[in-house]
């Protein structure tokens, strides 16, 4: 964990993926991140994940995720007790991430401007499929549900097989993501002048907005893009070829590159034929440029040319599975996973992944495994003194 955000204390209302994945990438940043659970099992994700037993105990593996470096406590916002003392956790508080469906913290009593007049400079961020207005405010939302109406799903696959879900929820994490930049921005303007902030963030926004250029190949060049499997629109040869042994994303997006390749496999003429000399002849003719190259490849697995072609300035890299990225050099040098030994509900060591970034040479990573449900409470609010609360409020 590095210490960007030391002293920062945010408060995780939050359920599944989407909010605890922003509160996760605050939490790696130093900041104290709280989770508020309620008392019937909180996070929904602790039933969660590919290990029964897990689920079970409360600990599933769709929490372990994305909320190691948190502190629980369990608290009934819809009794009159718990709320009061959620209050004081708020007096305390820096920020606040839920994502309840709009309008469930106002009916709690527990809305932004309630929560307000109890810290004025609370940044408060709420994510939702749909953002707090417009005519499907009021939907359920999950990823699948964001992926279909963003338009992601009708891209992704081949024309045959589109459209397609994403094979993880991109939508939650991209909302994610998205939550936890614009928490950090808000507490920068906090910190210079007090004021707060209503953050309201929109996972099919999100998810659109991610959706840059083919959105705005349509927007702009009246493209309607369709789903071309492993291949990439803006260029050729760029996407997954077969080698003797694997897979092999290639991407010679530049016609140096691209010419590069044709020495390397062996077939310099390519470059030259009249079908292939250019970028926009390439991309009309790519499925025949595909089938030249490919009859080369399978002479070398997809390692070896991997190797070959990164080495003389070709980007390569091989299509890898869970368990093979995990084991890269790459990925164990640069200290992607943290681990833990002892981990409430758990009978085997926990290993967990950081964010996707290094702070001064030193990864982010966290400091204690993923609490079990109100593990914290008595260190927590033992740590709110009246008179702190009353020196928090003012």
Known sequence: MTDLLSGIRVLDLTNVLAGPYCAYQLALLGADVI?????????????LGGSPSLNQAGMGASFLAQNAGKRSVMLDLKTEADRERFLDLVASADALVENFRPGVMDRLGLGHEALKAVRPGLVYCAISGFGQTGPMRDNPAYDQIIQGLSGIMSITGTPE???LR??????????????????????VRQKTSGEGAFLDVSMLECTLSALGWPVSNYLTAGVDPKPMGNENMTAAPSGAFRTGDGLLNIAANKQEQFVTLCRLIGRPELASDPRFAERETRKKNRAALKAEIEDTLTDAPAAAWEERLNRAGVPAGRVLTIPQVLAEPQVLERQVIANFDDVAGMDRPLTVLRGGFMVNGRAPLPTKPPPALGEHMGEIFASLSPRAKAKARA
């Open 161 to 163: 097989t589109a459209p």
């Open 166 to 187: 994403v094979g993880y929820p991109v939508a939650d994490t991209l909302g994610g993501l998205v939550g936890a930049f614009a928490i950090a921005s808000a507490l």
């Open 35 to 47: 989770k508020v659970e309620g008392p019937q099992g909180g996070d929904l994700a602790r039933q």
